[in-house]
């Protein structure tokens, strides 16, 4: 079931700007997990509110006060880039699906996060557009490509980047070319979120001032679903269990039936 919604107009303004941000971060699976969704989303709060020591299983919301704006981060399961979204465990999939509707009444805006050192080849659009479709919307008008990188990095590293991946072209062709990066090493430099917030404001505007307004009746649908799988999966494991244990007093038996 992909998520449906719709784009209201909806955004409360004060000094020319949101007075609240609700931001969803989405993208594919890296093994080196202080680059990706997480260590950005703690980056753009200010506060290690993600756990970047794990693979983010479920979707989470946290929320801050940032430069006097009420910003809401959801962060996502993520993909394996080169995989169909079929390879992609289906708890998985509604997880995603479901993060919209963890910041209601929905997202402003959709955070693409690619590290600047990732290599992504051609088998990534294929499967960015299949994940992309668990929303059900024109996702790609509504997001930004989030580049990141843990060690130093000057913008023209990014731009060289760019200029020699065909990929990462046409994955930010698909977003209007906006792009944002984030140096993750310099925590102190808060211009860099400043900025984003700016390109944010202006990516609102541009689409009218709308949100993503989600139909709460999925999300409890969504919820529904998880919880269904959770327990098939958990009576599945609980039957393996029992297997091994009748399996092993079985052998402990027979041994000592043979002593």
């Known amino acids: 079931m992909a998520v449906s919604f719709t784009f209201k107009n909806n955004l409360k303004k004060k000094n020319n700007h949101s007075t609240e941000l609700r931001i969803v971060l989405i993208g594919g699976r890296f093994n080196d997990l202080l680059r990706g969704k997480s260590s950005a989303g703690n980056f753009i709060l200010g506060q290690n509110v993600f756990d970047t020591s794990r693979r983010t299983a479920q979707s989470e919301a946290r929320q801050q006060e940032v430069f006097s704006r009420r910003v809401t981060v959801v962060?996502?399961?993520?993909?394996?880039?080169?995989?169909?979204?079929?390879?992609?465990?289906?708890?998985?999939?509604?997880?995603?699906?479901?993060?919209?509707?963890?910041?209601?009444?929905?997202?402003?805006?959709?955070?693409?996060?690619?590290?600047?050192?990732?290599?992504?080849?051609?088998?990534?659009?294929?499967?960015?557009?299949?994940?992309?479709?668990?929303?059900?919307a024109d996702v790609f008008s509504h997001t930004i490509v989030l580049f990141t990188a843990v060690n130093p990095c000057s913008d023209e590293t990014v731009e060289s980047k760019i200029r020699r991946s065909p990929t990462l072209?046409?994955?930010?062709?698909?977003?209007?070319?906006?792009?944002?990066?984030?140096?993750?090493?310099?925590?102190?430099?808060?211009?860099?979120?400043?900025?984003?917030?700016?390109?944010?404001?202006?990516?609102?505007?541009?689409?009218?001032?709308?949100?993503?307004?989600?139909?709460?009746?999925?999300?409890?649908?969504?919820?529904?679903?998880?919880?269904d799988l959770t327990e098939r999966a958990s009576k599945r494991f609980d039957q393996v269990q029992k297997q091994r244990n009748n399996r092993s007093y079985r052998l402990k038996v027979g041994y000592n039936f043979c002593d």
């Open 169 to 227: 072209q046409w994955i930010l062709q698909q977003c209007g070319n906006r792009k944002h990066f984030l140096n993750l090493s310099n925590r102190e430099d808060r211009d860099q979120v400043k900025k984003l917030f700016e390109k944010i404001e202006t990516l609102i505007a541009i689409n009218g001032f709308r949100h993503c307004s989600v139909d709460r009746r999925q999300g409890e649908a969504l919820r529904k679903e998880m919880r």
């Open 75 to 136: 962060d996502t399961p993520g993909w394996w880039w080169r995989g169909p979204r079929e390879a992609t465990p289906k708890l998985d999939q509604i997880e995603i699906q479901n993060s919209v509707h963890l910041c209601p009444p929905g997202p402003h805006v959709f955070l693409l996060v690619i590290p600047v050192d990732s290599h992504l080849s051609q088998d990534v659009k294929s499967s960015l557009n299949e994940h992309l479709e668990l929303f059900n």
